[in-house]
């Protein structure tokens, strides 16, 4: 078959969500998530959103990005599906021919698939995706690790927090959602030690009320005993809905060395959880997790997805 490849457009978005929907079995994508994926990434290109058509009707799509993450040069497969009536003719290695291409001559020193940091629908190849998994292979990528998504049961508990909150209060330490004009700060925060986590936060910070809790320690006054300074700093936070948009996403979070084995991880956690579901979930999703003891521990969350991660070597 000859195989028609054109660059995405605008107009695309709707025929391309109902394209995605048909043929990813285990997914489901509204168009507001699917525009998040494609404009609203930090590093969109739509010459590398390539849609293999036959007349009006779209038959294949592969979505590539390249992002510069500590001195390497990244190229990812972001989105991918054929039409389940015209797979095993060639149209995914064509959009991948084409897309490699493209990653070459912009110099790309190594590609992935899906675990795309900033902005990912899923951080790897659901292995169910079988087809997938053989496309990989058969493409010349070699499998280096897996991410696993975390679930949480919504309903299982209140998520209150305020006892714990005025204990660690007594001690200078003040949790509160962060305000808007608070991004600055909480930037600044995490930009040395997780800076591939500003996107995300930025994100968060588009929520009214910001989808954002933060830690602030308050320098005791040497003079007045346990009054606390007014200006605190920032020394933990939590985040979600910065990824995935009205989907339940949890996360990034992190607390700054000084301060951990507090008890503020687990506060800021569950303040996060009860947004949550106060937004109408009635599942977190606790996503490409590293401390899984942590999550158990305070949320009860229980392994859900996993996904495999490949990659290939250009140079
Ligand atoms: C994965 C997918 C995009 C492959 O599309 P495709 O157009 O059928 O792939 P191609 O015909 O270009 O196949 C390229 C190579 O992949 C391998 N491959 C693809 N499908 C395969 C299958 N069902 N069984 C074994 N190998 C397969 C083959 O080695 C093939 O080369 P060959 O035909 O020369 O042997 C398609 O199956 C799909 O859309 N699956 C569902 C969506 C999906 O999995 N997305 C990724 C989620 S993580």
Redesign the pocket.
């Known amino acids: 078959m000859e195989h028609q490849i054109r660059t995405y457009r605008p107009e695309d978005l709707s025929n391309l969500t109902e394209f995605l929907n048909a043929?990813?079995?285990y997914d489901s994508l509204s168009k507001s998530l699917l525009k998040e994926k494609l404009e609203g990434d930090p590093d969109w290109e739509p010459e590398k959103a390539l849609i293999c058509h036959d007349g009006e009707k779209i038959i294949?799509f592969m979505q590539g990005v390249i992002r510069d993450i500590r001195g390497t040069k990244y190229g990812y497969i972001k989105l991918?599906?054929?039409g389940k009536s015209?797979?095993?003719?060639?149209?995914?290695?064509?959009l991948y021919e084409e897309l490699e291409g493209c990653f070459i001559s912009d110099n790309v020193d190594v590609v992935r698939i899906?675990d795309v940091p900033k902005n990912y629908f899923?951080p790897g190849?659901?292995p169910r995706?079988?087809?997938?998994v053989?496309?990989a292979i058969?493409m010349g990528f070699k499998r280096f690790g897996d991410a696993t998504n975390l679930i949480v049961d919504l309903n299982e508990s209140v998520w209150d927090t305020a006892r714990e909150e005025k204990s660690l209060k007594i001690h200078g330490i003040e949790i509160k959602r962060a305000e808007v004009h608070e991004k600055q700060n909480v930037i600044d925060f995490v930009k040395d030690e997780w800076a591939l986590w500003t996107h995300e936060i930025g994100m968060a910070f588009n929520d009214d009320p910001p989808s954002i809790h933060i830690a602030h320690l308050h320098a005791r006054l040497p003079r007045h005993g346990g009054q606390a300074s007014r200006q605190g700093k920032i020394k933990a936070f939590s985040a979600h809905n910065g990824n995935n948009k009205g989907t339940g996403w949890f996360g990034p979070m992190g607390t700054h060395p000084e301060l951990r084995g507090k008890g503020i991880g687990s506060i800021l956690l569950k303040r996060c959880l009860k947004d949550i579901k106060l937004m109408g979930q009635k599942r977190a999703i606790i996503p490409w997790i590293d401390h899984i003891d942590f999550y158990v521990h305070h949320a009860n969350a229980r392994v859900d997805r996993v996904f495999w991660r490949y990659e290939k070597l250009l140079k």
């Open positions: 043929n990813l079995d294949g991918m599906a054929v015209y797979r095993r003719q060639g149209i995914a290695r064509a899906y899923m190849i659901d995706y079988t087809e997938a053989c496309f058969r």
